[in-house]
């Protein structure tokens, strides 16, 4: 029997810039060119995720980012398996979770949490706060009422609520409140992994960061791991260690968060560096990076070979013959682009 018990040794604090650091953690999920395809009728398929592979380290946060209908969301449901996968490989601690049964299963899913994008539709209306928190304490242990009562309170007042919230419902709460109870659920069953699912991009400006110091906080006491999905760039750099770039359900650039905003080797990552916005007006054009152009292609019918080309100002007609593979063009730095090298 594979042993998924919770393994309280934590990593020793390290700078986020200290990549060889990092990699000395030991991997505790990883997906291997992983597939995730929905039919659309006539037999053709949605693309969402098509042959990503990552890992996500003990106490680490691995950033995803992309545009809007790139398949992050998408990535993070199936890497949990609220989406079965259509092909790839998912494994948790070494063993692959298409083949945990019964406790196993169970002890994963106990392990492994998501934080959803809209707090207002994740939260049962019907159910107050204390119900929903209580709710997975209930699944996976055997407490008496006392106990999941003071749980309960404990892990509100974690994510800065007071005991007064656990007998309201979910419409008597701002955005911001619904979120720490998102988070406090996911919480309660003592997770390894987390997956925030854009948790932010719901929330008001003045909210944002509180939440993510909340999970920068969390993740120091509890050695937690996060797959941080969003489309806030600045935001991403600022949490996480690695950072993945989708495009069009593919991944096409992964690397430490230096690497990836200092050192950016594909065009569609420089193209969204480019677009973040800058506070000095007059430095807004000084980053040196094209701006992005024209729509993001359908993935029902993707462009041949890499499918950045068709909005790629260093486009060639090679780019049309097949997709480019990852290359590791530094030390944990990967991109999949056939002329990065004619870029630097």
């Known amino acids: 029997m594979n042993d998924f018990t919770r393994n309280d040794g934590r990593a020793?604090?390290?700078?986020?810039?200290?990549?060889q650091a990092a990699d000395e953690r030991p991997?505790?999920?990883?997906?291997?060119?992983?597939?995730?395809y929905f039919p659309v009728g006539g037999g053709r398929v949605l693309k969402a995720v098509d042959r990503v592979s990552f890992v996500i380290r003990s106490g680490e946060t691995l950033g995803l980012v992309g545009e809007s209908g790139c398949g992050k969301s998408t990535t993070g449901r199936t890497l949990l398996g609220l989406y079965p996968r259509t092909s790839g490989e998912i494994r948790y601690g070494g063993t692959d979770i298409g083949a945990l049964k019964g406790r196993e299963l169970k002890?994963?899913?106990r392990q492994c949490q998501i934080i959803f994008q809209?707090?207002?539709?994740?939260?049962?209306?019907?159910?107050t706060i204390a119900e929903i928190v209580a709710e997975g304490?209930?699944?996976f242990e055997k407490l008496s009422k006392e106990e999941i009562r003071q749980r309960v309170n404990?892990?509100?007042?974690?994510?800065?609520l007071t005991e007064d919230f656990a007998n309201r419902f979910a419409h008597e709460l701002s955005g911001g409140q619904r979120q720490r109870v998102g988070i406090a659920r996911a919480l309660a069953v003592s997770p390894r992994?987390?997956?925030c699912d854009e948790p932010i991009s719901a929330l008001d400006v003045s909210i944002q960061a509180q939440i993510i110091n909340l999970l920068l906080e969390l993740q120091r006491e509890e050695g937690l791991s996060y797959l941080f999905i969003s489309h806030d760039l600045s935001m991403v750099r600022h949490i996480s260690d690695r950072v993945g770039i989708m495009y069009l359900g593919s991944l096409v650039e992964l690397g430490s968060s230096d690497q990836v905003f200092r050192e950016s080797l594909?065009?569609?990552?420089?193209?969204?560096?480019?677009?973040?916005?800058?506070?000095?007006?007059?430095a807004a054009d000084t980053k040196g990076h094209s701006r992005l152009e024209g729509e993001v292609p359908s993935p029902v019918d993707s462009p041949s070979g890499c499918r950045f080309r068709t909005r790629c100002p260093y486009a060639q007609e090679a780019c049309a013959a097949d997709i480019p593979p990852m290359e590791e063009a530094a030390p944990g730095h990967f991109v999949a682009c056939r002329r990065w090298r004619e870029l630097q």
């Open 193 to 195: 992994l987390i997956v």
């Open 27 to 36: 991997v505790l999920i990883e997906a291997k060119d992983l597939c995730k």
């Open 118 to 127: 809209d707090p207002y539709s994740s939260l049962d209306p019907r159910m």
């Open 107 to 109: 002890e994963f899913r």
């Open 137 to 139: 304490i209930r699944v």
């Open 266 to 282: 594909h065009p569609y990552t420089r193209a969204l560096i480019a677009a973040i916005p800058d506070a000095d007006p007059d």
């Open 12 to 19: 020793s604090d390290s700078s986020r810039t200290d990549a």
């Open 154 to 160: 404990s892990l509100l007042a974690r994510v800065g």
